[in-house]
């Protein structure tokens, strides 16, 4: 039987990225992916939902160019060559992972775990052809779309965010069922790209992980582009007629539409028998320790299948963080890490505007501290907004009074996806007021709007009142 230090099954952002690390500790893996190299992220997420919105947003500012003091005549687009771009892009990245793959000789097993056997210290890892040997295992089988009881995901009337992804034709009309990032992002997407958009959303805000302020200042925008939003509203049922959908409502109202995306969450995915052994689950996600291991020693789980912050970023770096733990335990390191803190890891929204946010909300601040300090600057005072001729959203920044350190940024607005990153830093190294305007923030840029966000903590924003 072949056998391997460490096995990894599922080779999306956590696997990928881990089996690559351990590569270069000179550790020797294999990793199993049923499909393509990337996982969802590559193939069906980030990467492909990304190039649709770099184009949906490009499309909408050809129609403000006038303002610029530019002129186009009555811009166009070819939905065929747009999905022939967005899957060059996702070609040209999967097949890079691959070739890394390739160079750096790590193997790649192109077949479905069925069977996690415990075998003594190490693990027995099948597929219907073959067995391999492993004496730590990673799992990483991410996640799939949720399902409503009376909206079955049919991949025909009622679609998944894979199935809009495979659509070749836009339809006139798209309904979609849930108001969170990824429903949020779709909404923009096609908004712009002139399908009529309808959000049904069952909870009073879009985006409910998100800072109530900046979901409202999204709700305002996306209402702009012409998406009809629904909210406090669930989706009762819906059948077809003469080819178009209708849907009921729980406020009594019908929509009349050509399709329905829906996307209301997402569950992990493990459906491996385990073999002399249970694996302990909350719900369906897989429980991990601070240390990311199960309930059996060098048994770990990374990504979406442990459902603790949904993002490639944090399969990743939980991943990367498995690999410094599995490689200290090789050579008999007992040394303890710092736990990793899923408050302070960027989350970003790719609508426009974008929202980029960092550490506690308001609410979630003023709940856990006696007293908050809460800043705000505009980006219609930002010199780079006005030249952009992007103003709209602001900066908002949140820290602690008593110590004066910052706890929370929440953006909307030019970049805030890129910008959030400096609120990554100043707040997981634990920087206070002082501290973070020690920074000398370039001239003219949006990251001013930051700085000015930080001074408004005190109230000594130079630039708005
Ligand atoms: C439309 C959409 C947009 C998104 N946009 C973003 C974004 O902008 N930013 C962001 O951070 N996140 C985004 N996400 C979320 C991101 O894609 C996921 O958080 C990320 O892919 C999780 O990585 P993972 O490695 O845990 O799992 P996955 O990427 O799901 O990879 C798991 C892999 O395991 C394989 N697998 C599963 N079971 C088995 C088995 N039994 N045997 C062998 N292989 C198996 C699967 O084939 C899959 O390739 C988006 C998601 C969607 C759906």
């Known amino acids: 039987m072949e056998k391997h230090t460490v096995a990894i099954i599922g080779g999306g952002p956590g696997g990928y990225v881990a089996a690559i690390r351990l590569q270069q500790y000179g550790i020797d893996t294999v990793v199993f992916e049923k499909e393509r190299l990337g996982g969802v992220c590559l193939n069906w997420g980030c990467i492909p939902t990304k190039t649709l919105v770099k184009i949906a947003d490009l499309f909408s500012e050809l129609h403000h160019v006038d303002e610029f003091g530019l ?10 060559k747009i999905y022939e771009r967005k899957n060059q892009v996702v070609e040209k990245l999967v097949s890079g992972v691959e070739f890394l793959f390739k160079k750096r000789k790590i193997p790649v097993i192109n077949e479905a775990v069925k069977i996690l056997e415990k075998h003594g210290d190490s693990y027995l890892i099948s597929t219907e052809n073959l067995t391999i040997q492993a004496s730590y295992v990673i799992i990483a089988t991410g996640s799939k779309p949720k399902g409503l009881p009376a909206f079955k995901i049919d991949g025909e009337n009622i679609l998944s965010s894979k199935d809009i992804l495979k659509l070749q034709d836009l339809p006139k009309r798209l309904t979609i069922v849930g108001g969170g990032v990824i429903g949020c992002e779709f909404a923009s997407i096609f908004a712009q790209l002139d399908v009529e958009v309808q959000i049904v959303e069952f909870l009073p805000q879009l985006i409910s992980t998100e800072d109530k302020e900046i979901s409202k200042r999204l709700a305002m925008a996306l209402k702009r582009v012409g998406i009809k939003i629904n909210l ?110 899923y408050e302070n890891i960027p989350r970003c929204t790719f609508t426009n505007p974008e929202i980029g946010s960092v550490g506690l909300t308001e609410a979630q601040a003023k709940e856990k501290y006696e007293e908050i300090l ?92």
């Open 71 to 80: 002129s186009i005549k009555n811009p166009i687009y070819d939905y065929s």
């Open 232 to 341: 406090n509203t669930a989706v009762e049922s819906w059948k077809s007629v003469n080819g178009e959908l209708r849907l009921s409502l729980s406020n009594g109202k019908e929509i009349t539409t050509d399709k329905v995306l829906l996307s209301v969450g997402r569950d992990p995915v493990f459906d491996i028998e385990c073999k002399n052994f249970d694996i302990t689950k909350n719900k369906n996600a897989i429980t991990i320790n601070n240390d990311f291991e199960t309930n059996e020693k060098n048994l770990f789980a990374i990504g979406d299948v442990t459902a603790k912050m949904m993002l490639a970023h944090t399969a990743s770096k939980q991943g990367l963080l498995t690999t410094e733990i599995i490689k200290n335990r090789i050579e008999g390191i007992n040394s303890k890490f710092d736990e990793l803190r």
């Open 374 to 465: 809460v800043g705000k600057f505009p980006f219609s005072a930002n010199g780079k907004a006005l030249g952009l001729g992007n103003v709209f959203g602001f900066v908002k920044t949140i820290a602690e009074a008593k110590s004066k350190k910052l706890v929370g940024m929440h953006i909307i607005g030019p970049q805030a996806t890129e910008l959030i990153a400096e609120g990554g830093i100043i707040i997981q190294s634990g920087m206070t007021i002082d501290e973070a305007l020690k920074i000398v923030f370039a001239h003219p840029t949006l990251s001013e709007a930051v700085a000015e966000s930080i001074e408004d903590l005190e109230k000594m924003s130079i630039n708005s009142m």
